[in-house]
């Protein structure tokens, strides 16, 4: 196996009493689609939080392709090649669907206020291969005939794949998908499935937060669960039925899944 | 002269409106400092253009700087100021935190002003700019009065266009992504508080412009003229035209302060109560406020979306500004498929 591109040591984080995250160690190498799963309040989106600068851990570290990201804002991490979903999906609410995957682009440097005032048709000019890409992801997630449609207006599952056509602009290295499940039908599920596979096989790697067990079994090559901010267990789907405080915690007894 | 007056006014707080367009309306932040930008450009350009103060009249540096030196200098002051205060006010602060520091910001400015009489001649104000360069320009006063307005509109034309520019680039699409949602902007790798800060400075420069436009237009300021309620009626402006749309900023400064002046010049005025004039139009910009929002709230113009490519432009064509496009019921996913509950497993 390549070697892990997200290493997370010892990371631990309270709020005020209450250890949202306690010692939290675990790996994910390079090119892997992991599932980190766990009962509600067992530190996931903490940990996603810590992981992608939206909070500051306590005490451990971070390290993403061999930096550190402890102390590292959001932007900043986001520029290193690690993008993040949130459990709701954030859309920009009043900007088209174009505009919403154009910004996805890495495009800092043309949003330099001066050039856009000195520089705007060269500006433009250069913007014309980022359209034409994002027409081509619009196209790939079926919101093409919705481009110019402001976000607001979407159905719930249109957004969801919005949030995807975003990713699929940003072309991120890593990928943290914070319950890409929720609210989600069968057959948008599906398409949600094909999607994370489609960026495995890209060679982007992948974190699920999900609790759809299915979904987990089926698109994972390794699972992480957490209880109470700590890791309980961590590796294939199929080793898990045979840890009992993965059972007790999470799976429950009998636990269908099909 | 009438008119000539009260387009210029207008003209110059378009100019004012202009700048608070792109923190309020792009960047989301509801400033209530911003019409101490406009006071501190104007007292700028007074001080630095009408020389040495004659007691008792007191204020600070007292210099016989060229008008146009004068009014860079006095934009630069301005800047700095919100350079300041925006500093502090945009790193964390949001919403109506943001708001009330940036009000506690300019009404300690306001006392400030008013009571350290060396600043800016305290209560009094000062006075002195009575149209710059009418002799050199060998004009009659009303007829400076018509260059002027000339002059003023044409500023406001350059503003607008550079505003406009400034709206369509990624910089502006940017900075409306930060309003829309700071965490996913962020999450996409934008630096708001950066991003809020550039549009701040850019709108305080607009402001300060306007200030030393308004110097040279009323020739006397003191602290009578930057009561805080005075950035209200810009705000209604600004709801009334459209939030985010360049045009529509101006347009809704146009009939609101023409609207406003007009309409109170022609009510009865009785003796006892003077204040009825003034009283009436405060009223009658709230009542405008909360019958816009209720009715229009994207004002008179809406915010343009950045449209694409040959349906953009025939989108573009068929939908008139301010009609709502029909949710469209083509592509994607139906809608129908959404109405199921996610199939959420043990959990």
Redesign the interface.
Known sequence: MSPALLEIERLTKSFGGVHAVRECTFSVPEGQVAGLIGPNGAGKSTVVDLVSGFGLADSGSVTFAGQSLVGKRPDVISRLGLIRTFQTPREWRNLTVMDNVLLARRQFARESLWRSITRARRIRREEEADRAAVRAILERFQLADLKNELAVRLSGGQKRLLEFARIAAAEPRMIILDEPMGGVNPVLGARIGQAVRQFADEGRTVIVVEHNLPFIEKICDQVIVMDLGEVIAQGPFSGLRATPRVVDAYLGMDQSHE | MYWVSVITEAAVFAILALGLDVVWGWAGDFDLAFYGYLALGSYMTFVLTIGKPVAPVQYIIGGHLPLLLAMVLAVAAVVCLAAVIGAVALRNLRDIYFAVTTLGAVSALYLLVENYTPLFNGYNGVYGLVNPGQTALNLTYNGYRIVFLGVVLVILALAYL?VQ??S???????L??VR??E??????????FS?KY?AYL?GAALAGLAGSLFAIFISAFNPSAWTPQELLVIYAAILVGGRGNPRGVIAGVFVVYIGLVELTRFLPSPASRPDFGPALRQILIGLMIVLMLKFRPEGLFR?R?????A??LA?RLLRPFGTR?A??P????P?A??Q????????
């Open positions: 550079l520019r400034l369509r680039s990624p910089f502006g699409r940017m409306r992504s829309e949602d965490r996913a902007a962020a999450a996409y790798g934008r630096r708001v991003a550039r850019f915010e979306p950045g449209l694409d490519g349906q953009g989108a496009a949710p469209a083509a592509g994607g996913v809608a498929e959404e199921a509950a996610g199939d959420r497993g043990a959990g």
